[in-house]
């Protein structure tokens, strides 16, 4: 998600700079945070060879009633180096269910007077062909098993409808399109501390998942066009008139998808083996289209040729009516302002962009260490702006000045760039000391050691990492493997509070 949006020439980027300060100094505060939390505490490390999870989803899209009904099928095999008898999912819609409380805290940011509740409701759960009990609580659904093995591989089926709620977050509608983001089921991760079933908290973004194979086939009226994390192949007419949309796609972390009515344009440019798509309005700025259009184009060129090469067949710039901008494999949104002003702002597709490499192909927990993919989209996102739009980048820089400026209230606090998203009270702090101090501990690392050594040990990490979920530590053995002991005491020092300088 981007927070740092910036607008063009040197008066917007000073206007940025007083909005900024205006929404450190409001401080919305939060109210739910819970620390994280596994369910099987102090357990063996996982194994060793990793089998993706495959999802075989088939839903129906009802535009009018905003509800969707279908099935999933997963096959799942035992990664985590022991037997269980229980394998967890994450049902994110529940989150917004007609009897929890989101009225405080940064949740005014998503719920307002027009929202309505929505949730999912899983209605049957089989294990191998057979019925079983299973346990929805929060955002967490529990399946008990009979015994399964390591390295077993097990095949459920869930039967769910949704209704999708009102709002104006990541899984939502407006008037023209359907957004959904966090909306399949997914499996929780099984780490050190058992399994991962962290609460749906309002700042950040609080998800964690490993990579699997997704099939989706969707059916949406006729007059309805689907953009997702895959490439759809061409749509298949129902009896009814309808049309069903199927998307497979392999080593991605979720599967996201926006169902859009005939209002929407696009504009396509191949890149490589990749088709870059850009959704917008009909009644949108032309302009700002095209701009956010030809500025994903560049970002996903560059961040290619630097980190390593981005190996999806499409990707996926979508107008949604969310707040922000927010990032999917394969697909991120674009909020309405920005392509409903002539102004081109194009920080965000840029950020959003760079979270392809940031979260989507090597992956981190989100919830326990953000600045992995946070700070880093945002220290990639400048890089890039400075060398194609020196005058954004120049902005972005002069912004980072002034929102790091202060920290150490927050730092005396036990507030620091490496903290949990738990950990923070509002999103100004967390803005503050993830994003933009957080690229500063790289930026300034960049000067002592030079361009070509980050990028080259970017690269390294990139190519060791794909794929899999690396951690704080990973990264920072990355650097200390090439540059000695005094590259792990500089992000140690920096990521709880203190800043020194890298020398060699």
């Known amino acids: 998600m981007n927070k740092g949006e910036i607008k063009k020439g040197r008066v917007y980027w000073l206007a940025a700079i007083l909005i900024a300060l205006a929404v450190l100094l409001s401080g919305c505060k939060e109210n739910n945070s819970k620390e994280t939390t596994g369910t099987n505490k102090n357990q063996p490390s996982v194994a060793k060879e990793f089998i993706p999870t495959e999802y075989d989803s088939t839903v129906t899209v009802n535009v009018e009633e905003k509800t969707i009904a279908g099935t999933l099928k997963v096959k799942s095999t035992n990664n985590t180096g022991k037997d269980q008898d229980k394998i967890y999912f994450h049902v994110y819609p529940n989150q917004f269910r007609e009897d929890v409380d989101l009225l405080g805290g940064f949740w005014r940011q998503i719920i307002d007077e027009n929202s309505e509740p929505g949730s999912m409701e899983v209605t049957e759960v089989q294990a191998d062909g057979t019925k079983g009990n299973f346990e929805i609580k929060d955002t967490v659904l529990e399946i008990p098993l009979d015994k399964w093995k ?51 908290h309002s700042i950040g973004d609080p998800f964690y998942s490993q990579v699997g194979k997704y099939r989706v086939n969707v059916t949406v009226p006729s007059n309805y066009q689907v953009a997702s994390t895959g490439k759809e192949e061409d749509g298949v007419k129902e009896q009814d008139g309808s049309m069903m949309y199927t998307t497979t796609i392999d ?82 949104y674009l909020p309405k302002n920005i392509l409903e002003s002539n102004e081109t702002e194009i920080g965000s597709v840029v950020h959003e962009t760079a979270h392809q490499w940031w979260y989507g192909m090597v992956g981190n927990d989100e919830v326990k260490e953000p600045w992995l993919d946070e700070a880093m989209a945002t220290y990639s996102s ?48 967390y803005s503050q000391l993830v994003y933009q101090k957080g690229a500063l501990m790289l930026e300034d690392l960049e000067k002592v050691i030079g361009k070509e050594k980050m990028d080259q040990l970017l690269q390294n990490y990139f190519k060791e990492y794909q794929y899999k979920i690396a951690t704080g530590s990973d990264f920072i053995s990355v650097f200390s493997e090439d540059l000695g002991p005094e590259a792990k005491e500089y992000f140690e020092n920096w990521l709880s509070g203190k800043e020194t300088e890298f020398k060699q």
């Open 382 to 429: 400048t890089r890039f702006m400075l060398e194609e739009f020196p005058e954004h980048g120049a902005g972005q820089l002069e912004m980072r000045k002034v929102m790091t400026q202060g920290t150490e209230v927050h730092e005396r606090g036990g507030l620091f760039i490496g903290s949990s998203v738990d950990k923070f009270k509002n999103i100004g702090t």
């Open 150 to 200: 390591m390295g077993q591989t097990i095949d459920l089926e869930l039967k769910f409808s949704m209704k999708v709620p009102k709002n104006n977050g990541r899984f939502t509608y407006d008037e023209n399109a359907i957004w959904l983001g966090n909306w399949i089921p997914i499996q929780a991760v099984y780490d050190e501390r058992g399994w991962v079933t962290d609460p749906y």
């Open 251 to 332: 080593n991605v972390r979720d599967f996201a998808m926006v169902i859009m009515d005939e209002n929407y344009q696009k504009l396509s440019e191949q890149v490589g083996e990749t088709t870059v798509n850009t959704w917008y309005l009909a009644s949108d700025s032309q302009e700002a289209a095209k701009k956010n259009h030809e500025a994903g184009i560049k970002a996903l060129s560059y961040f290619s040729k630097v980190y390593g090469p981005y190996p999806y067949p499409e990707y996926d710039i979508v107008r949604t009516g969310m707040f922000t901008a927010m990032e999917f494999p394969g697909l991120i």
